[in-house]
């Protein structure tokens, strides 16, 4: 396997699995994008050969543990925050496997990732810090250059099981060029039957586009975009979906990138989409090179695409001297 | 990758790419009797340069693969076959879904199966290597996999690691089953050993558990052996696995049939014949 491409045509068309030849590539690839458990999903009832079979039953079972223990950190959070009466909305895996959403089934959750009012940081670091969450960074710069540029808390860990929360309070970094309305976001969020919320659905997909092209260097791309697919294809079915949708685009600031979603998610997973909203751009070539940017060994390719993508990461986080400062600090360690 | 080896240890199947041709043939000769591994492999081991230039610069080796540890330090490529060891080890550790795993040596007779199990140095490694050479069938001296449904232990006969002192309890076995002397390793000298013919043969068989045994090897230990409290053996259990948490409920109900259906007794010793004889001895009172 040259790139990751097998991987998007099997999570897009499942019934290719005949096509399969090297089952211990695709298996490989899927680890190494966290699409695992999703692909294994996917492949439920599919034939395909035996010992495959046995290892995509050991990965669902393995997806669902995964899927509990994330939910229950939900509700960890939830009872250490309840006294200070913050509105905590879900994000991203956790949003999606407690409100029981269509990217949930196999979908791997690292971290719980809660977004909260900015006017409501010190109460929410205050509750968990008591509730037996620690700092993981011990470095001070670390420390203050989350505290000041970032669009979350320092990472806290809990002691005692081992989990990590990031508390966001905000979209993208404070000093990110894009600019989206956390505090919208936040008031239109919606409440679970516990107590806990998610975003609306055009919110959601708007998150999920602004940490794919407006935030990150693409890391973990297949998978932030296989949401994405999932979620269209659930929300697509309302009425004046994709007016809001462009609507809702435009007021966070975030039109341009979530019209690279649509044909990205379209060109690889094949979801509908409005064409309209889609447009077209001759960049998405490069785009489609550093998702795809992974061997049959799970090894990162295209070293430089990589390199690219991660610098542009960067300058879309923060103003010219402040990275140049920050990529200094960085390489001083 | 340049080249790479498919590797079939009990039920587990093994992919490993290496930038080098030696680790990989030194792997191959060790493996050599295993039958071919065919199909998709549950894992897949990378042993890379731990910088481009070092594939030929001063070689380190990294280890990768489906699951890696972020702060795992290289190896000198002299040490590229524990490099690869290593590296099962952890996919097995960090990736296994199947199994209960237990940090544990395990051998069989009559179809039952006795657990050595304890912290480093215990000599769970070289007592169950000694027993696999006196009567008893080897199953492995890393991990025990424990099947939640079934309740029976699957071997899992890897070469076995050798280390410092218990090298020359096996001087007299055919060269042909050893790897290389690997010195200066972060564990000592290490000396990799393939299991005896019938551990290999037998590898598809698995087996009931009948005898927890928790060793403990000092130089001044009178021989001895006890009792250990139900609860005091799941605890400890609990720790000899890597998974049991992540296992969830599945863990859990593996765990407490082993230990509710298990004698359990703990040995102590000051040399391995005193060993040997007091697992002969608990094992025989076990009936």
Known sequence: MRDARLLTRILADPSQASTVRDWTALLCVARAEAVAGTLAFRLDGVPVPANVGAMLADIRRDAAQARTQAVWEAEMARRALAATGVPIVLLKGTAYATADLTPAPGRSIGDLDILVPRAALADVEEALLAAGWEWVKENAYDDLYYRRWMHELPPLIHRERDRMIDVHHTILPLTARRTPDAQAMIDDSVALPNGLRVLAPEDMVLHAVAHLFADGDLAGGLRNLWDIDRLLRAFAVAPDWWCRLEARARRHDLLAPTRRALRLSARFYETPLDAGLAGRSATDRLYARRLLARDGWGRPRRRGTRFGFYVRSHWLRMPPMMLARHLLEKARR | ?287
Request: hydrophobic share 45%; no cysteine; proline share 8%.
């Open chain 2, 1 to 287: 990758m340049r080249h790479r080896l498919a590797l079939r240890i009990g039920p587990v199947a093994f992919r490993i790419g290496s930038a080098w041709a030696a680790p990989l043939a030194e792997l191959a000769r060790l493996y050599a009797p295993y039958p071919a591994a065919d199909g998709a492999a549950d894992f897949t081991v990378r042993l890379e340069p731990a910088a481009p230039w070092r594939r030929i610069i001063r070689p380190s080796v990294a280890i990768a693969g489906d699951y890696t540890l972020p702060d795992a330090a290289p190896l000198p490529l002299a040490q590229g076959l524990l490099a690869a060891e290593m590296g099962m080890n952890l996919q097995m550790a960090l990736g296994q879904k199947r199994f209960l795993l237990l940090h544990a040596g395990v051998v069989e007779r009559d179809g039952k199966a006795l657990i050595l199990t304890g912290p480093s140095g215990a000599g769970k490694s070289t007592l169950a290597a000694l027993l696999g050479t006196r009567g008893w069938r080897f199953m492995g001296d890393e991990f025990g996999l424990l099947d939640p449904e079934s309740g029976l232990l699957h071997p899992f006969p890897r070469a076995i690691s050798l280390k410092n002192a218990s090298l020359a309890l096996f001087d007299d076995v055919d060269p042909e089953r050893l790897g290389p002397v690997l010195r200066g390793t972060p564990k000592g000298t290490i000396r990799h050993l393939r299991p005896p013919a019938d551990a290999i043969a037998r590898m598809a068989h698995s087996a009931r558990p009948a005898l927890i045994l928790f060793p403990r090897f000092g130089r001044d230990l009178p021989a001895t052996q006890r009792p250990v409290g139900a609860a005091e053996v799941f605890v400890r259990l609990t720790q000899a696995s890597t998974n049991y948490v992540s296992l969830g409920e599945r863990g859990f109900g593996a765990l407490t049939a082993l230990v509710g259906g298990t004698p359990a007794r703990a040995i102590d010793y000051s040399s391995t014949e005193e060993a040997i004889g007091l697992v002969e001895q608990t094992w025989a009172a076990q009936g």
